[in-house]
């Protein structure tokens, strides 16, 4: 069974520019969820996306956005880069349908460089 | 607000048994984590312990819960080359949503010759 894939892998971007990574879930799972890890504030939640709806979201600005589709494969979108957002960008999947142990299956990150 | 604490290095000589540390705020946790990152990867879900057991062995692993004192454990035993990485403690009251899964900030292990 093929894991969760994030693409791309690697990208570097200017200020001002915007950014779209892409995640797509295991098969199976419909709950995507995104997170930013930096070195100083280690992993922060961003959203939730679950059949299409955004179930829950993080305390970051509306800078950051997502969506997800009817195949469960989920975007997330950064507007206006600034450098602060230079991060690893972490997806995850899991089933959350049924009470569980909650599990989170992770991808390998897109890392974000912003100049 | 729930939150999880854990301290962010740890150094061990290769052959030892290391012992990493989490205590967690939120007296309805349900589910314990562990989750692994590797160099230039994603985090990968080592082990777990549910609220109502105070020990769980795994090969290697053994993580221990003191629930009273919100404290949880992860000892790995001969610690090896292949253990280095960043460790993540998390906690869930066991809602079925990623949001409610808290996570510390990670201890780096490095292995010492």
């Known amino acids: 069974k093929a894991g969760v894939t994030q693409t791309p892998r690697y990208l570097i971007k200017t200020r001002g520019q915007q950014v779209t990574l892409s995640c797509s879930p295991i098969s199976g799972h419909r709950s995507v969820s995104w997170y930013q890890q930096t070195p100083g504030q280690g992993l922060q939640f961003l959203f939730e996306?679950?059949?299409?709806?955004?179930?829950n979201k993080g305390n970051f600005p509306g800078r950051f956005s997502g969506r997800q589709f009817s195949n469960s494969r989920s975007e997330m979108n950064v507007s206006t880069l600034e450098l602060g957002d230079s991060a690893l960008y972490l997806c995850?999947?899991?089933?959350?349908?049924?009470?569980?142990?909650?599990?989170?299956?992770f991808g390998e990150g897109s890392r974000l460089t912003v100049l | 607000g729930e939150d999880v604490e854990q301290s962010l290095f740890l150094s061990v000589r290769e052959g030892d048994s290391s012992v990493i540390n989490c205590t967690y705020t939120?007296?309805?946790?349900?589910?314990l984590y562990w989750y692994k990152q590797e160099p230039g990867a994603g985090l990968q879900l080592l082990t777990y312990?549910?609220?109502?057991?105070d020990m769980k062995q795994d090969q290697r692993l053994t993580v221990l819960l003191n629930k009273k004192d919100k404290h949880l454990s992860l000892r790995i035993a001969d610690t090896q080359t292949g253990d280095s990485a960043i460790y993540f403690c998390?906690?869930?009251?066991?809602?079925?949503?990623?949001?409610?899964?808290?996570f510390g900030s990670g201890t780096r292990l490095s292995i010492r010759p």
């Open positions: 995850a999947s899991s089933w959350a349908e049924t009470a569980n142990t909650g599990e989170l299956f």
């Open positions: 312990i549910f609220s109502n057991m």
């Open positions: 998390a906690e869930s009251a066991g809602y079925s949503s990623a949001s409610k899964i808290i």
């Open positions: 939120d007296s309805s946790s349900t589910y």
């Open positions: 996306y679950f059949s299409e709806t955004q179930r």
